[in-house]
């Protein structure tokens, strides 16, 4: 009997030992998760927000000035070109060139016969007196290529056709194509004869100012002051007698 009770003692003893044991695994167990998940959430967090703050820009999104070089090369992209000249001074327009070429954005396009690109630089501002490192000017390049489009938007925007590049070499003497010669023989002829007209018409203004132009008052011709001879007069007075019958 009393061996029974003693049996019975230790039963509930290690019953109540192993049940303290399991409900502390237990514990240990459940915390130990959230423990690693809040070590592992915040390097997390320090990872993401160093990600953010230092995110580079993207490969494919270069600046506008190299941006505005390439589309201006392809004729494909003349919409992207439009949309971008509008975001774009005209100070940075002028100033874009490529620094081993000197070619700006414009040249960039008569280099490649983009005639499109041409209009739409010109007409947003380009600088049409740009020369490349070889003195090329927009003007010299496409009369090079035979690009009609390009010199005559080039010519009516105000290109001048006698300007020479590091050769000495005007675009009229670098155009391969009749057309293209004719359109900048017009365009040197219209010019040569608007400066000799200024000129001429300086020239005349200066004249006037001085008092060149006007014509000095002729003075009348004097009768002649010569006496009649003795001869002469005596002769005139005999023929006067004999018409009126006096001896």
């Known amino acids: 009997m009393q061996y029974l009770e003693l049996s019975t003692i230790y039963f509930f003893l290690f019953r109540q030992k192993i049940r303290t044991r399991y409900t502390l695994a237990l514990k240990s167990m459940k915390a130990q998760p959230e423990n690693t998940t809040q070590q592992t959430s915040q390097p997390d967090k320090q990872s993401k927000q160093w990600r953010t703050s230092s995110a580079p820009l993207p490969a494919e999104q270069p600046a506008a000035p ?8 392809d004729a494909s992209q003349a919409d992207r070109l439009r949309s971008l ?6 100070a940075e327009l002028q100033s874009t060139s490529e ?12 280099l490649h016969g983009n005639s499109t690109a041409v209009r739409l630089l010109v007409s947003s501002g380009a600088n049409l007196t740009a020369v490349s490192v070889g003195g090329h000017t927009a003007l010299h390049l496409s009369a090079m290529r035979g690009d009609c489009d390009s010199v005559r938007c080039l010519l009516d925007a105000g290109a001048q056709p006698t300007v020479l590049n590091s050769a000495g ?6 155009a391969t194509s009749e057309e293209v010669r004719r359109l900048l023989g017009a365009a040197a002829g219209s010019n040569n004869s608007g400066s000799n007209a200024a000129t001429v018409s300086a020239a005349n203004q ?9 014509s000095p008052l002729k003075k009348p011709a004097e009768k002649s002051k010569i006496a009649p001879s003795p001869e002469s007069s005596s002769a005139l ?9 006096v001896e």
């Open 66 to 73: 190299q941006l505005l070089l390439s589309l201006a090369a």
């Open 85 to 90: 000249l509008l975001e774009t001074p005209q």
């Open 99 to 110: 620094p081993d070429t000197g070619h700006s954005p414009l040249i960039k396009a008569a």
């Open 169 to 174: 070499k005007s675009p009229l003497d670098l």
């Open 206 to 214: 200066k004249r006037r100012k001085n008092g060149a132009t006007k």
């Open 237 to 245: 007075l005999g023929s006067n007698a004999v018409a009126t019958g």
